[in-house]
């Protein structure tokens, strides 16, 4: 069964578009006429809109929007609804690129030492023991490139501890904090984490050289599906090396 991922981002950039400034408070409106809007925030250059939970955001610029789903139970459809009315109202003429990212947070039956052991022959290979001595701590992060759909990207992926969970999934910690500008730990503060977890930070980015055949929308969530699915097998690839039967035979040895 495929894993899901603990958050999903996707943001657009666009030329400055004047229809921003006309369109702020009718979008709020619209939202709330959609059932989705449960706070909101204006500012000069953005409308931050909390969607039906508070770990879930909208923000809307003259030059793009930032969708941020921040809960494991976040209602996907609905805040994709969230974003088509936000392009429609706004109805940028020339979009840049599209950019999309995930979180995966992946328990394991393992104690940290352990899970460590195992990754080191698992994961990192002929690497451990390298340097005349093994790893302590550690994360990779990898480039990629999708050939099967125009797009390039990055995951970070390590083992870590339920203390170590707010910090990474807000990117306080980590190499992917340039990717969102999250920081603040508060929507993780009450959650309940796996004392030890397979963590895994992925994002994909297309650049969009002219405006897309069947409108912006629909290339959005055709871009987040595909993206989804690239770096949900990935991460499910990776997490595989962490079976229950690997495991026996780190212990046997």
């Known amino acids: 069964m495929p894993f899901s991922p603990w958050t999903q981002g996707l943001s657009i950039s666009w030329r400055p578009e004047l229809s921003f400034y006309e369109k702020r408070v009718d979008l709020l409106k619209a939202f709330e006429e959609q059932g989705v809007l449960k706070a909101f925030r204006v500012e000069e250059s953005s409308v931050e809109a909390q969607l039906f939970s508070s770990r879930d955001r909208l923000t809307v610029k003259q030059n793009g929007l930032d969708l941020r789903l921040l809960a494991l139970d976040a209602e996907q459809s609905r805040a994709l609804e969230a974003l088509d009315i936000a392009l429609d109202s706004i109805r ?21 030492e352990k899970a460590i052991e195992l990754a080191y022959g698992r994961l990192l290979g002929d690497l451990n023991g390298s340097a005349g001595g093994c790893f302590d701590d550690w994360a990779v992060l990898i480039d990629l490139k999708f050939d099967d759909f125009p797009s390039n ?80 097998e990935l991460v499910e690839g990776l997490h595989s090396k962490l079976t229950t039967e690997d495991l026996r035979r780190v212990e046997s040895g």
């Open 92 to 112: 940028p003429r020339s979009p840049w690129s599209l950019s999309y990212s995930s979180q995966y947070l992946i328990g394991l039956d393992l104690e940290f």
């Open 153 to 232: 990207g990055q995951v970070e992926f390590g083992l870590i501890t339920a203390n170590e969970a707010p910090a990474r999934l807000s990117r306080n910690a980590g190499r992917m904090g340039g990717v969102s500008g999250r920081s603040d730990q508060a929507p993780w503060r009450d959650a309940e984490f796996p004392a030890v977890a397979f963590f895994a930070d992925g994002r994909a980015e297309q650049s969009l050289q002219q405006f897309p055949e069947g409108g912006l929308a629909a290339t959005a969530r055709d871009f987040w599906n595909a993206s989804g699915a690239r770096l949900g």
